[in-house]
């Protein structure tokens, strides 16, 4: 196969013949909910006969009794750097400085060197330091000689030193745009020329990559998409006439995800006259300032809070809306919206960083401009109106997903660049 910064999309499964593709995958926390795009890359790919085990910095997000029947299995396979505590990393330092001594210092100079006379970054990269002994001696143990590592952040620094100490292959699926606004804080300079690939999941992430590296690098970047299983998420049954549009909102409660904004539409809606009901799925730091403020609104009573959902629960969130909306401030292509559109839920949502190229704006939902409440009340109240756009957007969006989003057909052409570029 050629190596072209775009796989060509054949829908082919790759030939496995030869021998069985070992791979190690590091994460910051597995399982997590916001990271279940992870999990099934991972089981797609071992169906397709890769032998993957994952690392972990972190324990679940949650415990295990609150985890679903896969979250469970995964975590109980996985390998937690974190909770394998002390005595572990004492041993990885000893074992690794006897046995590879010149990649033992030439790792420990690398955590000074990026430390410069920054003492808390230096001890931060003596940390990751001592995890990527773990890694790497977990790698041996497992019989692995690359690392792939989901998001360009801390467990990519990992990643980094796991290169650096073993000469493991090492590869990242960068997805945006948090990666990209400390790129010298990252080091993605250093990981972009230690990688021997790097996976984009979009074209957008991408270009961010191209514009903090030389031109000599471009090649490694590859459009690899996320992608969601089409069965699970398949289109709901019709629902019944309801005294309420429902309209739902999936993601993390931070300030990026913007729905302090989709709280002001939902208010502006109600006092027009609309009969408007906003579920509100998830958790996190925003959650006691988006309560105080929907107890101001005019209606408070409009606003559900539906607490954290797992994936055995969502689709029976989604299956109940009437739309899908995310207000967001920076993301990189949210599985939230990939989900929605496969189950044929219209969306409205913001035309940034790489959502254009999952939605076409009036064909495949509505985009509207970051902040913009007035653009945000105006598209929420236009599908409303419109019984018929909602329905061809809603089908058109199940379309698109099917053509690029398909996690078996994605899984495929990833297989293929693990077999193509992937070191040992």
């Known amino acids: 196969m050629s190596a072209s910064n775009q796989v060509d999309r054949t829908g082919t499964k790759p030939s496995l013949v030869g021998q069985v593709p070992g791979l190690a995958y590091l994460v910051s926390t597995y399982s997590g909910v916001s990271m279940v795009f992870v999990s099934r890359e991972v089981l797609q790919l071992r169906e397709l006969g890769f ?5 972990s910095i972190n324990p679940p997000d949650r415990p295990i009794s609150d985890l679903t029947a896969m979250e469970a299995a995964e975590a109980k396979r996985t390998y937690c750097i974190k909770a394998d505590g002390m005595a572990a990393a004492i041993v990885a330092h000893l074992r690794t400085a006897v046995k590879e001594p010149r990649g033992y ?5 690398w955590a000074v060197r990026l430390g410069v006379f920054d003492l808390r970054r230096l001890f931060f990269n003596l940390m990751y330091f001592t995890e990527a002994l773990m890694v790497g001696t977990w790698m041996k143990r497992k019989q692995h000689r690359h690392l792939h590592v989901h998001l360009g952040s801390q467990a990519a620094t990992v990643g980094l030193f796991v290169h650096h100490v073993f000469g493991f292959g090492f590869s990242i699926t960068f997805h945006g745009p948090d990666e990209f606004y400390d790129a010298k804080g990252q080091y993605l300079e250093q990981k972009i020329a230690a990688a021997d690939f790097i996976c984009c999941i979009s074209s957008f992430a991408r270009s961010q990559l191209m514009m903090l590296s030389p031109y000599a690098h471009w090649d490694k970047f590859i459009v690899s998409r996320v992608g969601i299983d089409t069965q699970v998420f398949s289109p709901r049954p019709g629902s019944l006439p309801r005294n309420y549009f429902e309209i739902l909102c999936i993601g993390r409660l931070t300030p990026a995800k913007g729905q302090h904004l989709l709280i002001e539409a939902v208010d502006l ?25 929907a107890a101001k609104i005019g209606n408070p009573s409009c606003l559900v809070f539906e607490g954290p959902v ?37 969306c ?7 959502i254009p190229e999952l939605i076409r704006d009036g064909i495949d ?24 756009l909602r329905k061809q957007i809603a089908k058109n969006g199940r379309i698109r997903i099917l053509e690029r989003h398909d996690l078996r057909r994605n899984a495929e052409e990833l297989a293929a660049i693990f077999l193509e570029r992937a070191k040992g």
């Open 310 to 346: 797992d994936q055995d629960g969502i689709c029976a969130l989604y299956a109940a809306a009437d739309l899908f909306c995310l207000p967001s401030f920076a993301e990189g292509i949210p599985c939230v919206l990939m989900e929605a559109m496969a189950m044929e839920i219209p």
């Open 269 to 293: 809606l109600e006092r027009q006259g609309r009969h408007v009901r906003l579920h509100l799925a998830g958790q996190g730091p925003d959650e006691p300032s988006l309560r105080e403020h």
């Open 365 to 388: 939902g509505l985009l509207v401009a970051p902040a913009d409440l007035d653009g945000l009340v105006e598209a929420l109240a236009k599908m409303m109106d419109d019984q018929s």
């Open 51 to 55: 032998r993957i085990d994952v690392a």
């Open 348 to 354: 409205v949502t913001t035309n940034i960083t790489g």
């Open 105 to 109: 210092f030439r790792g420990f100079l």
